[in-house]
């Protein structure tokens, strides 16, 4: 079980301007990642989760209308820095990146093997040869063929190019990696590969790992914690067993009750209606209008209530 | 490596490239021949070098190989110099010592004259050496058929010139005929016609002084010369056609790889950077679209200066911001969205090294066919500016060739050569480069090949 914390995040907000109003893409996020973490940050689509990953790194588009919040990594505040600062001494140095739709983002004009000692030389000041070859021992690790190194993107399967955005976000050994969507256009046979993958090398190079992802059961593979994103906040936290066995709050338990199980003969339920609008949101739950327990309370913004270690936003886990 | 062999076997596809090639070959040879032979301050020193140089050349004469396409043979210029006596079978020279001091010189040239027209001129370019008294020729010209004409006597100064057509003691021994053409008149014919076989002019001199030489030179300046001809100062054209085309190819190369690379990496920036950068470049742009540019080229040559490599940095400097940066920053905005730049800027890369690594290298296959494409166009900007007068006054370039064939109405004269060879070559130029830009625009951008 993790102990001590590697970065704690407080009241982030990412919001975007838009013609229709204001996006409130990540509206509020806390969160706790601790050394050698592997959480699994789960949500529908359009629920913030790129955006929250986004908002760590700071990769911002142009049109922030607000970008609030504390991020602290090792008790420093991220925040603070400017944003070249922030290029030069976070960016791959203490966390990596696998973009979504990894496939596509690898240079089209490079090979593989320069793409991959790309970190390195930004970062590193490392010379040609020595980037390379740190380039080659990442490619042995994540299972791809060293004579690939001399490949361009365009001539590997979609699984090797996925290995290959791996290999360069672990190039320079950062303590975090934000996966994004790692696998969302790999086979199943792939996805599981890489999951695998993902695993030994968390072992090996002691990392921390924040997975966002919408496939609930492929990321039960690597989880050591979940939490659920909706609409814009995290509504739950909790470590992966006793997530999976019972969930908390009443969108984790819809969302569970969705995932097809190979044992026992339960009837697959959906939830009915559709996530919120990001703009525009009003006060109390946001999960509300589509849960069953709803009542009067659920009118106010929840709290978070602590339960045996396990955190949950609803009201019906509140005392009194 | 093996893209770019892949690339030129694919070009070597396509027959316009491969004569584009050729072509493009066959200038850059010349070049190397013509830097290697006439180093720079030779050139210019042969190009401005004016009669001292040229002196043995006739003027406005076509090139030889004329001869193979008219039914007249026209005589080809050559000259005789008494110092070559000895090893040159065509002339004699004997000195016969006389009495207190004097000496008596006999200098003859010996030639075959088959041809079917007159000779521009005949001159001989005498060189004596004496203390006081002067020494004395006699000149005798025999002709194929036996006759001996006594065209001249007189005293000869340390360095003279003595041009046969303009004795009018002679042409009225002629019975009036213009000199050159009486000396080589058919003594039977009606019409002045050359009478054709070998002629001898025979100088015989007399010398006053121990130490008095005579030495001449017989020039026979023809209507055809060399492989280019000559212009109005005598000038062998050759050497301007030969110099004018490393000229035309580092102007054009420059001014096409400065101008595309320049707006290239401009246009990046400003995608890239987006907000005031992207606001001042287009507007500069915007402006600049609208300036006058040859008007500015105009004023910049009259006022300011004309050197080839002054014209060569505005042209740069105002081709810079054109239509082209327009377009590609319509396409540098599209790639700045990629996947993969923001892969780049999530791992850190800087700002400078997204542009030149990640935006200006999808580019490549765009600028390559039109940097090819561009260089004619520069060429012939450099050559309009030297018809204009506005070429690098003290450089031999093709413009400048046919600058001085407008300004000597060579066309209304009827020396087209003059104008045809620097434009064949000019020609030349751009139908290579641009055979080669086609092509390399098909290879470059597959999509175009089914048009």
């Not at chain 1, 256009?185 to 992802?213: C, E, G, H, P, Y």
């Not at chain 1, 327990?293 to 209530?305: G, L």
């Not at chain 2, 800087?350 to 490549?364: E, H």
Request: hydrophobic fraction near 45%; proline fraction near 5%.
């Amino acid at each position: 079980m993790p102990v001590s914390k590697l970065m704690r995040i407080q009241d982030l907000k990412l919001h975007f301007r838009s013609a229709a109003g204001v996006v409130q893409a990540v509206d509020g996020v806390d969160l706790d990642l601790f050394y050698n973490d592997a959480i699994v940050i789960l949500g529908e689509s359009g629920c913030g989760k790129t955006s929250f990953a986004r908002a760590i790194l700071r990769l911002l588009p142009r049109n922030v209308e607000a970008y609030t919040g504390k991020v602290l990594m090792n008790g420093n505040d991220l925040m603070g820095l400017s944003d070249e600062a922030f290029r030069r001494e976070v960016r791959w140095v203490k966390m990596s990146m696998v973009p979504q739709a990894a496939m596509n983002a690898l240079n089209p004009v490079l090979r593989v093997g320069d793409q991959v000692s790309e970190p390195l030389i930004v970062h590193a000041g490392a010379s040609r040869e020595t980037a390379l070859k740190s380039a080659r021992e990442m490619f042995q690790r994540v299972g791809v063929p060293v004579d690939f190194m001399n490949r361009y993107a365009f001539e590997l399967s979609g699984g090797m190019r996925q290995r290959v955005a791996i290999a360069m976000a672990l190039v320079t050994v950062p303590e975090l990696v934000i996966l994004d969507e790692p696998t969302s256009a790999l086979d199943v046979l792939t996805q599981a590969n890489i999951f695998n993958l993902l695993k030994r090398i968390k072992q090996d190079f002691d990392m921390s790992f924040v997975l966002i992802t919408h496939d609930i059961a492929t990321s039960s593979e690597l989880a050591e914690r979940v939490a659920i994103m909706y609409a814009g906040q995290i509504v739950e936290v909790s470590d992966a067993t006793r997530f999976f066995s019972a969930p908390l709050h009443p969108y984790s338990q819809k969302l569970m009750a969705s995932v097809p199980r190979l044992r026992g003969n339960q009837e697959l339920e959906f939830i009915p209606g559709n996530p919120p609008s990001l703009i525009g949101i009003g006060q109390g739950c946001r999960f509300a209008p589509r849960c069953e327990f709803r009542f009067e309370k659920c009118d106010q913004d929840p709290p978070v209530i602590n339960r045996e270690g396990r955190l949950v936003k609803c009201w019906l886990y509140a005392e009194g | 490596m093996n893209t770019l062999k892949k690339y030129f076997r694919e070009i070597l596809q396509y027959p316009s490239a491969v004569v584009g090639s050729v072509m493009i070959l066959l200038l850059v040879a010349v070049s190397v021949y013509a830097l290697v032979t006439i180093p720079y301050e030779k050139a210019l020193q042969l190009w401005r070098g004016g009669e001292d140089v040229w002196y043995a050349n006739p003027q406005y004469a076509p090139p030889a190989w004329m001869n193979f396409f008219s039914d007249k043979d026209l005589p080809v210029s050559f000259k005789l110099h008494s110092r070559d006596a000895g090893e040159n079978q065509s002339v004699t020279k004997e000195v016969v010592l006389g009495e207190q001091n004097t000496s008596r010189t006999f200098i003859t040239y010996t030639f075959d004259f088959n041809y079917d027209e007159f000779p521009q001129e005949m001159a001989l370019l005498f060189n004596t050496t004496y203390e006081v008294k002067q020494p004395f020729v006699s000149i005798l010209w025999a002709t194929p058929d036996g006759r001996e004409i006594r065209v001249g006597d007189f005293g000869v100064s340390k360095k003279m010139t003595y041009r046969i057509s303009q004795d009018t003691k002679l042409q009225r021994r002629l019975g009036g005929l213009p000199p050159i053409q009486g000396l080589f008149a058919d003594p039977n014919a009606q019409t002045p016609v050359p009478f054709k076989g070998t002629y001898q002019l025979l100088i015989n001199g007399v010398s006053f002084e121990q130490d008095s030489h005579i030495e001449a030179e017989f020039v026979f300046y023809g209507q055809v010369y060399g492989l280019a001809g000559t212009d109005h100062l005598r000038r062998d054209l050759m050497v301007a056609l030969l110099y004018g085309a490393p000229i035309a190819l580092a102007f054009g190369l420059l001014a096409a790889l400065g101008t595309s690379v320049l707006t290239m990496i401009i246009a990046a920036t400003g995608a890239y950077y987006g907000g005031w950068v992207d606001e001042l470049i287009q507007r500069i742009t915007e402006v600049n679209l609208v300036l006058p540019f040859l008007a500015i080229l105009i004023m910049v040559g009259t006022f300011y200066d004309r050197s080839i490599w002054t014209i060569l940095g505005v042209t740069i400097l105002l081709s810079i911001f054109t239509g082209a940066i327009k377009s590609y920053r319509a396409i540098f905005m599209q790639v700045k969205e990629s996947a993969y730049i923001e892969a780049a800027r999530a791992y850190g890369a800087s700002s400078g090294r997204v542009i030149f690594r990640y935006l200006i290298p999808r580019m490549i296959p765009l600028l390559i066919p039109g940097l090819v494409s561009a260089v004619p166009a520069f060429v012939f900007l450099e050559a309009s500016l030297a018809v204009l007068g506005l070429g690098d006054p003290s450089l031999p370039t093709w413009g400048k060739i046919i600058n001085d064939a407008w300004l000597n109405a060579a066309l209304y004269k009827g020396y087209y050569y003059w104008i045809l060879e620097p434009a064949i070559l000019l020609m030349i130029t751009g139908l290579g480069f641009a055979m080669v830009g086609y092509s390399l625009d098909r290879v470059f951008n597959p999509r175009l090949r089914g048009l």
